[in-house]
């Protein structure tokens, strides 16, 4: 059986059992999707005590609610967007910037030799692509979030960001024609001061 497919049946277990009353699972649950909650609110607001009282709150409201919640078919993106609407509803406590938080983190390698050069150039690979991230709206490192780190289909997505189907195809795409050109033009100089710097070691 496939691993994600063994982890939806298991969270359909765990969410059943919460339902019916049991305070195991409740707990499994938090300790499940606690993390996951915290790395997908702190995007939206930079204030760490914030976002884990907006989690807290969609914890506890979960419990008291236990008995009137229907099953769903994905207990991750029902928790995402939970928290989501929790965030937006308490909006005006927010403390600091509105703009989601676009350091993430990417795994890039170049086949140099020099070790100066490649801890220089890892760097510099993440601050391109952060800048790069940075010129797209937020609407667009959401999804992109959504999609490509915490692996959710547009199904899921539309749900958490309340779009039609239709729409998430659209900003998808949208959103990565937009990191391509973006990031296209950060790889450009960036290859350039690298074949410099590999000029002058050769020199």
């Given at each position: 059986m496939p691993i994600r497919k063994k982890a939806s049946e298991d969270d359909q277990l765990l969410w059943n059992d919460f339902r019916a009353g049991s305070a195991i699972a409740y707990s499994?649950?938090?300790?499940?999707?606690?993390?996951?909650?915290?790395?997908?609110?702190?995007?939206?607001?930079?204030?760490?005590?914030?976002?884990?009282?907006?989690?807290?709150?969609?914890?506890?409201?979960?419990?008291?609610?236990?008995?009137?919640?229907?099953?769903?078919?994905?207990?991750?993106?029902?928790?995402?967007?939970?928290?989501?609407?929790?965030i937006f509803h308490e909006k005006s406590k927010w403390t600091s910037s509105e703009a989601l938080d676009d350091d993430y983190c990417f795994e890039i390698e170049f086949n140099i030799e020099s070790k100066l050069i490649e801890s220089q150039t890892t760097e510099e690979v993440r601050l391109k692509i952060a800048a790069?991230?940075?010129?797209?709206?937020?609407?667009?490192?959401?999804?992109l979030y959504l999609r490509f780190y915490e692996?959710?289909?547009?199904?899921?997505?539309?749900?958490?960001?309340?779009?039609?189907?239709?729409?998430?195809?659209?900003?998808?795409?949208?959103?990565?024609?937009?990191?391509?050109q973006a990031w296209f033009a950060q790889l450009v100089s960036l290859l350039i001061v690298i074949s410099l710097r590999v000029f002058n070691l050769l020199s």
């Open positions: 499994t649950l938090i300790k499940k999707y606690s993390n996951l909650l915290f790395r997908y609110g702190i995007r939206f607001v930079q204030d760490r005590d914030f976002i884990k009282d907006c989690i807290q709150d969609v914890f506890f409201e979960l419990w008291n609610r236990r008995t009137n919640i229907n099953s769903t078919p994905s207990v991750k993106s029902y928790l995402l967007k939970s928290l989501r609407l929790r790069a991230l940075n010129k797209l709206p937020r609407r667009q490192n959401e999804i692996g959710l289909d547009h199904t899921r997505i539309s749900q958490i960001m309340g779009l039609s189907k239709q729409s998430s195809y659209n900003l998808l795409r949208e959103s990565i024609m937009q990191l391509k």
